[in-house]
C-alpha cells in the first residue's frame, strides 16, 4: 500500500516562490508521480509529474517556465518547485502515484494514478 504526505503549501505574495514536497510510503519505484491542482470551481489538473527513472517529464501550459519537478527515489520524494506564483496558482495541490505505463502523453491525466495525498493549500494574494 502506498500513502503520500504532501508539505509546502501556504500564503505567499505573486511574484513570490514555493516548494512543495511528497513524502511516499511504500513502493513508488515504479510509479509515475505527479502533482496536481484543483481550484475553486474547477476540476483536478495536472500540472507536472515525472516517469520513475526521472527521464521523462511533463508540464502543463501553466506551469512551463515557472515550476519544475524534481524526484529522489532513494528518499522516496518528490518536489515541486514553484516560482513566479500567480493569484491564479491558488488552490489545493496534490500528490499522486500510479502505475507507469510507458506513456509520456498521459503523465498529466489524473486517471491513470491510484494513490492520492490529502493535498496542501497554497494561497496566492495580489
Known amino acids: 500500500q502506498v500513502q503520500l504526505v504532501e508539505s509546502g503549501g501556504g500564503s505567499v505574495q505573486a511574484g513570490g516562490s514555493l516548494r512543495l514536497s511528497c513524502e511516499a510510503s511504500?513502493?513508488?519505484?515504479?510509479?509515475?508521480m505527479g502533482w496536481f491542482r484543483q481550484r475553486p470551481g474547477k476540476e483536478r489538473e495536472g500540472l507536472a509529474a515525472?516517469?520513475?527513472?526521472?527521464?521523462?517529464?511533463s508540464y502543463a501550459n501553466s506551469a512551463k517556465g515557472r515550476f519544475t519537478i524534481s524526484r529522489d527515489n532513494a528518499k522516496k520524494t518528490i518536489n515541486l518547485q514553484m516560482n513566479n506564483l500567480e493569484p491564479e496558482d491558488t488552490g489545493m495541490y496534490y500528490c499522486?502515484?500510479?502505475?507507469?505505463?510507458?506513456?509520456?502523453?498521459?503523465?498529466?491525466?489524473?486517471?491513470?494514478?491510484?494513490?492520492w495525498g490529502q493535498g496542501t493549500q497554497v494561497a496566492v494574494s495580489a
Open positions: 511504500g513502493y513508488v519505484h515504479t510509479m509515475q
Open positions: 499522486a502515484a500510479g502505475l507507469w505505463v510507458g506513456v509520456t502523453g498521459e503523465l498529466l491525466d489524473p486517471t491513470k494514478y491510484n494513490y
Open positions: 515525472i516517469s520513475p527513472g526521472g527521464r521523462s517529464i
